[in-house]
């Protein structure tokens, strides 16, 4: 019973999965083509014309944009995590009128798009000087992520017991040195989840990175591959590897990271 009652969801599973993957494994081929090689004439068997990945990396300039990338978005993780977990435990555990007005402001910021704000940055960072700098896309992309990523910490937090932090209390234990010795390590499936949803995020932001970055040694992979489909838009094989080589560290990073993202994510829902 239990086994044919598991059949549809399976089934359903198994569907999204396959549409999933589709446009995935299309431009796996499209990658792989010869020269010659179009959309048009796309086979299900891959050519293996790994000269595309070769040519892609040589003309687009991706292996500067991905050290670019990587920085950006190590330290917006980094500034995120530091910020959203002290801010969510600080949330959770002082129940003050305060504190859920903080939350509520929060709540609210998530409904604004980012894109919204994109003019009066650009006005702020040019009289700070920020224009063309890793620092300040750091702060924008941290900023922009921080109402969610609050949330996530906030939620999970709420569900601990606080007998762990109410014997280090006694113990004399300051609050702060009790988030960082007793909680945080106890929040990797929530920060996880962070990392990989807002890590993703920074790493693929487009609409930011095209105002803030405009010096061609500044450009992140968006803004690289762009570029490149501008100057090769007739070149679809060239292209879609162009696409891949953008897309690989960040479905490496999830690959990493699934096991705790799952876990946070179910763990912080029932817990929320």
Aim: net charge positive; charged share 10%.
């Amino acid at each position: 019973m239990n086994a044919n009652a598991d059949m549809p969801r399976k089934a359903a599973s198994a569907l999204i999965a396959f549409f999933a993957l589709v446009p995935f494994y299309l431009l796996v081929l499209v990658s792989l083509k010869g020269p010659e090689g179009g959309m048009a004439t796309v086979g299900l068997v891959p050519e293996f014309h790994a000269a595309n990945f070769a040519e892609a990396w040589n003309r687009s300039a991706l292996g500067l944009a991905m050290l670019n990338s990587a920085a950006i978005t190590v330290g917006a993780v980094a500034l995120l995590v530091f910020l959203s977990g002290m801010a969510g435990y600080a949330i959770a555990r002082v129940n003050s009128r305060l504190n859920r007005a903080i939350f509520y402001v929060f709540l609210f910021s998530m409904m604004i798009p980012g894109i919204i704000n994109t003019v009066p940055l650009y006005t702020l960072l040019i009289r700070i000087r920020g224009i063309n700098t890793h620092w300040a896309m750091i702060a924008v992309l941290a900023a922009n992520a921080l109402p969610f990523s609050v949330f996530l910490y906030a939620s999970f937090i709420r569900g601990m017991p606080a007998s762990m932090e109410e014997a280090a209390f006694i113990d004399g234990c300051s609050p702060a040195r009790s988030y960082w010795l007793i909680i945080f390590p106890l929040l990797k499936p929530v920060t996880a989840s962070v990392v990989i949803l807002q890590g993703l995020g920074i790493w693929n932001n487009f609409a930011q990175a095209v105002f803030f970055l405009q010096n061609q040694k500044m450009r992140t992979v968006p803004l690289a591959i762009s570029l490149f489909f501008q100057q090769y838009g007739a070149n679809w094989p060239v292209m879609a590897a162009a696409a891949l080589i953008g897309l690989a560290p960040a479905v490496a990073a999830f690959l990493a990271f699934q096991k705790f993202f799952i876990r946070g994510m179910v763990t912080g829902a029932i817990k929320g």
